[in-house]
């Protein structure tokens, strides 16, 4: 017996199909339910690769006693958070708001209006560690209902008029200011683990966009702790156990203060943001383990996450075979089996810091341990033949697990994380020369331009042919990014002219007359609240992607109207970015593109021509992030205004290397573009 989840496509809702609650997804049939029959309404907002939102669905949404006291007492709506991301802003909000602290599964309680009034996340059957029993929650919201609505009311009021009046900004004519990017990087200094790596204690996060910023502030300052900082965390994580050693990509975060334990699940969005990061420390440091991470990261994804369409998949679960990361642990035992031969086993287990006992409930989450000079000296072998050694091992063990059950695969493909994806399949295609990474770049975007479009409306998600949700204002920005980062790979207008179409979209039906943009358009469903999200969270919010965005255009176009909606989102929220820079990560790197100074490259020529090829490969092995590239047939229409008025020289390509549309003498050859580059920089 299925419920009206079984219609949804989002893998997360199907996933409740068959539970005895009577869930209805959100939309119009429920709320008029609940208004039809004067009941409170029991939200559930969660995720496919959540953990504890399957802890709590085979707790309570699957025990038929609770399902019958939740059908005959609520209406019951399931939400996928990552196909509604305005729908968890706001309802998110509400449950800090109420506790002080929010996550997923979200358990929020609403009026028939959508009024928020009570809210939690994970409950457990009975009473644990200071929680109270979900069926004593329901039971009390009931009686409160019935008893005490007025009260109930009240608060639902108080917190809807709380959720409106914290999505306004007050505009600040002020200037952008420079030494908002030292206080932001001396925050994030004092803050830092140098012990293990990283910002906070555990649970532990990556903090892709921090580091991020870290690496820019080395570029634009020579900053050398900024560069210390960022290297190490991304050292750390590289060797503990958040990092798939056997497969590659990382998981979502650590459960420990030293990466040695992770919450098992692989999400894209992490994937893409630290790929990327990787890249540009590698880029700045040569460090062949940089390297090696962004690859094997970009590798799996193409190997486990691509669909055969071009688009990505959302995410793997934490759990196969019903087990948390019972693919990805081992007892000693296993290892020395599958190996077989004992001194590549006794290399292995010193290497990864396998022990009998384990680490984790007695199987050990590998993490390395002891680099590749220590185990050389103590296993007499040179530094190179450890590392041929270590490779062939992680072979193996990878076969061997291949055997095992696989976790769940979330296949929808969200259009926001897909635009991370491809922004950083274009930036390693271009820095790497990977023509693989260009030709899943090209698939990718091919496929949103035709798949993510209905009726000519850029969509949130996309599952086996359909595409569902309005898109908001996270999905227009990270693909625009996208865009223009594959513009800058290969130079197909097409991608540019995209990229051009979706900001023309934001400034058109997202933007708040108060500065900054709404997450939702002005068309869109009305709720209790239009959410405007600043702070990122696990992705970058939609108004940093949104203003990065802007800037980049503006500076391929000269045009103000990208320009100052941009710099008007960044003045206000600089004393934000100053005290909490983790969460302002794009927001920094924004406020550093911002404030200059920008470098400008035009090439204009043929790009079939050897000379064109040889001149765009100059900058392209480069962290150059202050950068922006157009390159081709300078007449060819929707070409950038960089282009314009810019032609071949002697009918041979040339380069122009501009500030602000005010650009030197052109370059002839790959020589003088790169001392050229040198002294600009």
């Known amino acids: 017996m299925t419920n009206r989840l079984a219609n949804e496509i989002s893998p997360y809702l199907l996933q409740h199909a068959d539970n005895p609650v009577d869930w209805y997804p959100w939309g119009s049939e429920a709320l008029a339910r609940a208004r039809d029959e004067d009941r409170p309404i029991f939200l559930s907002i969660g995720y496919s690769a959540c953990h504890w939102c399957h802890v709590m669905a085979h707790e309570s949404f699957e025990d038929p006693a609770t399902a019958a006291f939740l059908n005959e007492t609520f209406i019951s709506i399931k939400v996928d958070r990552e196909e509604r991301p305005d729908l968890d802003a706001i309802y998110m909000q509400a449950v800090v708001a109420v506790t ?60 809807a008029e709380h959720l409106v009046s914290s999505s306004a900004t007050a505009d600040n004519p002020g200037d952008l200011d420079a030494a908002i990017l030292d206080r932001a990087a ?36 020579g900053d050398r702790l900024a560069l210390d900082m960022a290297t190490h965390a991304l050292r750390s994580m590289a060797a503990g156990g958040i990092r798939d050693h056997l497969a590659g990509g990382l998981h979502r975060y650590a459960t420990d203060d030293r990466w040695r334990i992770p919450h098992f699940e692989k999400m894209l969005y992490d994937n893409a943001l630290l790929a990327l990061a990787y890249l540009h420390a590698w880029q700045i440091t040569n460090d062949p ?65 396998v022990s009998d006992p384990g680490g984790l409930e007695g199987r050990n989450v590998l993490s390395r341990g002891s680099d590749d000079g220590a185990l050389g000296a103590r296993f007499g072998l040179a530094p190179e033949k450890v590392a041929a050694s270590l490779a062939a091992a992680r072979a193996l063990l990878l076969a061997r697990r291949s055997s095992r059950p696989r976790p769940g695969l979330d296949d929808k493909v969200l259009t926001e994380w897909n635009g991370l994806v491809l ?84 400034l058109a039906h997202f933007a708040d007359p108060g500065g900054g943009f709404f997450d939702t358009r002005d068309d869109h469903e009305r709720l209790i609240a239009r959410p405007k999200t600043l702070e ?56 550093d593109f911002a404030l200059g100074p920008q470098l400008q490259l035009a090439v204009c020529g043929d790009p079939r021509d050897r000379l064109f090829q040889s001149l765009v490969k100059v900058p392209a092995g480069r962290f150059l992030p202050h950068l922006v590239i157009a390159a081709g047939d300078s007449d060819a229409p929707g070409s950038p205004a960089l282009l314009a008025g810019r032609g071949t020289l002697e009918g041979k390509p040339g380069a122009y290397l501009c500030r602000g549309f005010v650009c030197d003498l052109p370059a002839r050859t790959p020589v003088e573009l790169k001392e050229m580059l040198d002294k600009a920089l």
Not at 548 to 572: I, M
């Open 423 to 506: 922004t950083t399949l274009a930036e390693a295609a271009r820095a790497l020369d990977r023509p693989d990474y260009r030709s899943a770049g090209q698939d990718l975007a091919a496929f949103a331009l035709e798949k993510l479009q209905l009726d000519s409306r850029l969509m949130r998600s996309w599952r086996q042919g359909s595409a569902r949700q309005s898109a908001v204002l996270a999905d227009h920005a990270a693909l625009g990014a996208g865009f223009l980062a594959l513009y800058q790979t290969d130079f197909d207008l097409r991608w540019f002219r995209a990229a051009v179409r979706l900001a023309d979209e934001i």
């Open 100 to 159: 002080g602290q929010g996550g997923w599964p979200m358990s929020v309680f609403l009026t028939p209006e959508g009024r928020p009034f009570f809210g939690g996340t994970y409950f457990p059957p009975e009473p644990r560690h200071g929680l109270p029993a979900f069926r004593e929650v329901l039971q009390a919201i009931a009686k409160a209902w019935r008893d005490d609505r007025q009260r109930l009311l009240a608060a639902g009021q108080e917190l």
């Open 289 to 353: 383990e940089f390297l090696r991470v962004t690859e094997t990261t970009l590798d799996f994804l193409l190997r486990e996450m691509r669909q055969s369409e071009g688009g990505f998949s959302s995410a793997l679960d934490a759990d196969s075979g019903g087990i948390e990361g019972a693919l990805y642990t081992w007892t000693e035992a296993e290892i020395r089996e599958a190996l077989g031969d004992s001194d590549l086993a006794n290399l292995f287990v010193a290497a990864y810091g």
């Open 186 to 221: 001396e925050g994030l200094l004092r803050a830092y683990d140098w012990q293990n790596g990283g910002w906070g204690s555990a649970p532990k996060f990556p903090q892709a966009t921090a580091i991020d910023f870290l690496l820019r502030r080395h570029q634009r300052s």
């Open 536 to 591: 990122g969270t696990a992705t970058p919010s939609g108004n940093a992607l949104a203003a990065d965005l802007l800037l980049r255009l503006a500076a391929f176009t000269g045009e103000s109207r990208y320009l100052h909606p941009a710099e008007r989102s960044l003045r206000p929220l600089q004393e934000q970015m100053a005290r909490y820079p983790t969460a302002f990560g794009v927001w920094l790197s924004a406020l």
